[in-house]
């Protein structure tokens, strides 16, 4: 399985962005897919996930401004992220699970400033 990861960027406090994490190779054993996001001296966290069944969870420092949607007709998740805090900035990575194993995606960073 291989992830391709794009939509990130600089966005000002209150702005919106959505990234978008495509899946290609052997992607029919995918039943999960997700983002988890990684800010400077901090553990990386989990921001939010779908299964293909069509559930979907956010964390709770997400929940209200951030959603995730899986798109099966292209392979492909998104995450729309409103209302940006500072505290938002951080490297988010695109992740694909399958069974027990666990696919990543490169980093796309996200940085919310003035």
């Known amino acids: 399985v291989q992830l391709q990861a794009s939509g990130g960027g600089l966005v000002q406090p209150g702005g919106s962005l959505r990234l978008s994490c495509a899946a290609s190779g052997s992607i029919r054993g995918i039943n999960v897919m997700g983002w988890y996001r990684q800010a400077p001296g901090k553990q990386r966290e989990l921001v939010a996930r779908?299964?293909?069944?069509?559930?979907?969870m956010h964390g709770d420092y997400v929940k209200g401004r951030f959603t995730i949607s899986w798109d099966n007709a292209k392979n492909t998740v998104h995450l729309q992220m409103n209302s940006l805090k500072p505290e938002d900035t951080a490297v988010y990575y695109c992740?694909?699970?399958?069974?027990?194993?666990?696919?990543w995606g490169q980093g796309t960073q996200v940085t919310v400033s003035s």
């Open positions: 779908a299964s293909s069944g069509g559930s979907t």
């Open positions: 992740y694909a699970q399958t069974g027990l194993n666990i696919y």
